[in-house]
Each structure stands twice: as C-alpha cells, then as structure tokens.
C-alpha cells in the first residue's frame, strides 16, 4: 500500500532553501542549549539533508520507522547529530520541542547517534571511518532481497582519510551495488585544520572512479544541483553513485564559516543570537562562487 | 592543591621530555583534544598528523620503534587503543617500543556519549602479552608516568582523562611502575582503584570515616603488571573489596583484582564498581552518579558490603 510520505512529493527549490534557513536556526539553537556539540560540520551538511530528506528522493516512513522497505541513511560523520536532528524532527519521528534535549542525560537525542534510543537513525555511528561499511551491508541484504529499497550514507573530507573508507570503497565498486550512494560533505576543514594541510586527498575524483564509482561533482549549497546529483545517483546502472558536494564548513554564519575553531564548539548564547540573526535575515539561497578556488591540489 | 586534566599534564609533561631526540608524538586531527599542540610547535620535524586513520598511525609508530625511536601514538582512547588487532600484530607481537597514548577515556568526557568513551580498552589491551597499562589520576602523577615511560622497555598503554581531578601528588612524587600505592590507609575496607576513581574513592573514605567506618583507598596506576601483592594484603587486611573504575567490570581492573584475590584463595568480599553497559551523554557529575562511580554512591556500595 503506498503511502503519503514514502517519499514527500518534490517541492519547489525555494521551499526547500526555506527549510535549510529553519533547521540551520534549529541546529543552532540546539547547540547553545546543549552547550557543546558540532555546529560547523552540521551547518555544511544541512542543504543536502534536507534535498534527500525533503525533496521527494528518500522514502520513509516516519509513523512507521521500521517499515522494511525503507530507504536507509547512515549519517557515517556522527558527531553531526544537530543536523541529523532537525531533519528528523521536521520529518516527524519525534517532536521539535525535543530538540532542546540534545545531549542532555537521559535524552534519547545522544551527542552520536544511537538507533537503540532514537527511531529513525539508521545506525550507530561516532567513530569515524565505518559508515560506509554498514551502508554497504545495507544495500548487499536490499539486492540479496530482490528490494528496491537504496541505501544513502554521508561521510565527511576529513573522515575519508580512514582506511576502512577505501575498503569499502573498492569493495562497493566490486559489487557493483547501484543502490548505494555515498555523499562526501567536502566542507574543506577537519578538526584541527584544513583537509589540504593535513592529509590532501586530492584529486578525489579521480580516485572514486578508479574505484569503479559513478563520480557526481555539485555544490552542496546549492538545491538544485544537489537534486539532480541524487537523481543521477538514482539513474545510474551497475556502480555506486558518490556525490562529492563541495560545501563550506559552518556555511550560514560568517564567524564559523571555513573556521576549524567551530568544528566541534558550542556558541555562547550571544553568539548563537549573533548567528540566528544571520541565519533568518540571510539569503536562503547561499552564493556558491568562491567555495573551492584553490582545492585541486 | 587545584586539578587539573591528566590529558593536559601529558601534553606539559611530552613538551619537556621532547629534547631527547628519540621522542616522536603522532596524532590523528587530534592535537588539540591530546595537548599535542606545544610538542608540535616545539619539535617540528618530530610530530606526525596522519590524519583521521589510526591504524596507520599504530603501525607508523610501530615502524619508529623498530627504529629506534620512542614514538607516542595520540588520540581518544576508543579511537586508538580499542583498534585491537592493529596493536596486537603491529605492536604488541613485534614487542615495539611504542606508547600508546588514549585520552578521554570512560564515562567522565560526559556530552559526547557512548561512541567517544572508551570502557573496554584495559580488557583489550590487558589479553595482550607485552604491554603495560598505566592511568594516572592527578597531574604529578601523569608527569612522572611519561618521564619512566620514556626509558621504559616494551610498548605500553597510556590511560588519560578529559576531565579535571584534584591533585593529591606531590609534585616531587615517585612514580613506581608496578607498584600499587597505598594512599589512604583502612582496616574495614579497601577500595582498589584508579584512574579519576582514585579521588572518588578518597572522597567515599573521608564519607566513611565521619561514620566510623575506616577504609584503606590503593591507587592502582600500573594495572599491567598488576601489583597483586598489594591488592591481597588490602583483602586479608580489610576483608571486604572495593573496585572502582571508569571502565567496563568485565576485564578491566575489576575482573584483574577479582582474578589476583581469587589466584590468592584469600577468603574475601568484592565488590566491581564499574559499567556494565554502554555509556550514555550526560555531565561527569551526573553519569558518575547514575553509574555508581561516585564518592557518594561508593560509600553506598561501601556500607551495603558492610551491612552484609
Ligand atoms: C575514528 C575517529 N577518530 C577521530 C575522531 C574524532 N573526530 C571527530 S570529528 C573529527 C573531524 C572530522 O572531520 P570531517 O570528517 O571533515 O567532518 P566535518 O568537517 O564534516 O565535521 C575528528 C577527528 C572520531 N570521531 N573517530
């Protein structure tokens, strides 16, 4: 029996922007609340969330979390629970108000994800490197099934530093499991620096698809772009699909943006104002020219 | 006497043993979180950021220590010291000088929650053979563990904590690898512990006195090799025992002080005060609560076992 919200019908790009602009607001005021937890890596990835989640691609059923025939995400980057949250929330697995627990002792909303406190998260993730494994074991037990159902994970630039990350990057393109599609949020800024100055990756192109991967490249700021990368990744026949979304850490408040100061800090109350203020008076639809310039090297 | 975080103390404590040229400090994006940042600055050419892939980082470190180097492998402890087969082959088999240095151990980092706390790398790292597992709880105590560590031969696991605990070292303190330290003497009681439960346990003994109960508090630094001589005379003494630790019971130095006793056939009542789950987010204060960790709910534990 098909249901109203497996997958919420596309609405326009601008009503998707004004649910970035809201649940940038929310993670924001999650934050300031929790008094500690990540807002820059969050802020990032918040745009292509709210395009799987929101923009009619992936199917779920929020009254019915564990509906087999779910579509999966794996937020493989957990300490990027804010955004996970307020897309969540938005969603309806829980209430919004329950946001302003997050972190709190004996919430279900845990500083990482948990799946065994909190319906709708996918998997268990904090420590870094292993999402994209489990999003793999996913999308092999979808084809042992015969089922239809796609398996998403996000990873962020610094985390694909991992070794596992490449194991199940070869293995993946080995398979050939075209339900799997792997988001790199390429926000540029890890936690101690920039990506380029710690350990550069590039050219990440290249080496996705030396690993047999449908390599989609877009700006993750951008809806439009980022909607027809995944419907490109839904598209595509025999490889998984990676979608390298070129963002911009802390994207949304100036003082966090490209700052690895903001990769795992709190805003003071007067900061979070400071940033709620930019958020909701800001253009919802953030400029994409200067993101990258120099990141081929 | 102030606190401070033993982390912290590690990261004052690597910069001043940093002139002697075999000292490497290796981390995974996490030189702020591990107090590597003043080595880094201070010794260039001898800090390595692998980048988030702690494997590699244990078997560059091993690769060092093959070399001749005493290299000190840096990050959460769930991150490095949990990767339990990479320290077995690379670190543990080849007998390599390496320190592996886990800080934000156990329930006490408190927000970040269960994937971050690492509670079960003492059992891990217990089962393997050659490798010594030192916790400090104070700051003196972290200075002088890192100053023997550096000569010490073999590789060995360095347990540190995010969070401040009150310093009960003196400064000119001497660190004792192996040996277990009596710092509160007791006849009714004894609690073994370590790590930041050391101060918990201070905190339930001065509780206990103003009852009249007297408890003896041991500081299990080294929990490999364990002193377990220590730790039975604490049992024949006292009668009744006390485990506490910011760590899984099961392996960890609850299951090592219930194995030295039993080993003994002293004919004593013990006690594991320690998880037996999965952490959870919360404060310090409120997890140590929940979870029994605390000088208050040790005192608890302390006056069920003498009610008993
Ligand atoms: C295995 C592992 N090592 C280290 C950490 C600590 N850590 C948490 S977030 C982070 C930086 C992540 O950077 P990136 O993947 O780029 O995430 P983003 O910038 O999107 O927040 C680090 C080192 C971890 N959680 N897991």
Known sequence: MPHATDAPARPDVQTLRDISRELRADIIRMLVEAKSGHPGGSLSAIDALVCLYFGGVLRYRPAEPEWPERDRFVLSKGHCTPALYSVLARAGYFPRERLMSFRKFGSPLQGHPDRTRLPGVEASTGSLGQGLSMALGMALAARIDGSGRRVYAMLGDGEIQAGQVWEAVMSAGNFGVDNLTAIVDCNQVQQTGLVRDIQDEEPLAAKWSAFRWNVIECDGHDHAQVLDALDGARACRGRPTVILARTVKGKGVSFMELDYNWHGKAPSPEEGERALAEILAGESSPAPAALRGKGDR | ?308
């Open chain 2, 1 to 308: 006497m102030g606190a401070v975080a033993t982390r912290q103390a590690f990261g004052d404590a690597i910069v001043r043993i940093g002139g002697d040229p075999r000292v490497v400090v290796l981390t995974g994006d996490l030189k702020n979180s591990t107090h590597t940042e003043d080595f880094a600055k201070a010794y260039p050419d001898r800090f390595f950021d692998v980048g988030i892939a702690e494997s590699n980082m244990l078997g560059v470190a091993a690769g060092l220590a093959l070399s001749g180097k005493v290299p000190w492998a840096c990050s959460f402890a769930a991150f490095i010291a949990n990767r339990l087969e990479t320290v077995r082959a690379s670190v543990a088999y080849n007998a390599a000088n390496v320190r592996i240095v886990g800080t934000h151990a156990g329930i006490g980092i408190g927000d970040d929650g269960a994937s971050q706390m690492a509670l079960e790398d003492v059992a891990a790292i217990r089962a393997l053979p050659n490798v010594g597992i030192v916790q400090p709880c104070d700051g003196p105590e972290t200075q002088r563990a890192v100053e023997y560590l550096l000569d010490h031969d073999g590789p060995a696991y360095l347990r540190l904590m995010r969070q401040k605990t009150e310093t009960v070292h003196a400064e000119d303190y001497s660190f004792r690898f192996g040996e277990a330290e009596v710092l509160r003497d007791g006849a009714d009681v004894a609690f073994v512990a370590s790590g930041g439960l050391v101060q918990e346990s201070l905190g339930a003994a001065r509780i206990l006195e103003a009852e009249g109960v007297s408890a003896r508090v041991l500081n299990v630094h080294t929990i490999k090799p364990l002193d377990a001589a220590a730790i039975v005379e604490a049992a024949r003494a006292c009668g009744r025992v006390i485990s506490a630790e910011d760590h899984n019971v099961d392996g960890g130095l609850g299951g090592a002080v219930a194995e030295a006793i039993g080993e003994a056939g002293v004919g004593a009542r013990l006690v594991r005060v320690g998880l037996r789950s999965f952490g959870e987010s919360g404060s310090t204060a409120e997890l140590y609560d929940r979870y029994g960790l605390s000088a208050a709910r040790l005192a608890g534990a302390a006056r069920s076992l003498l009610s008993r």
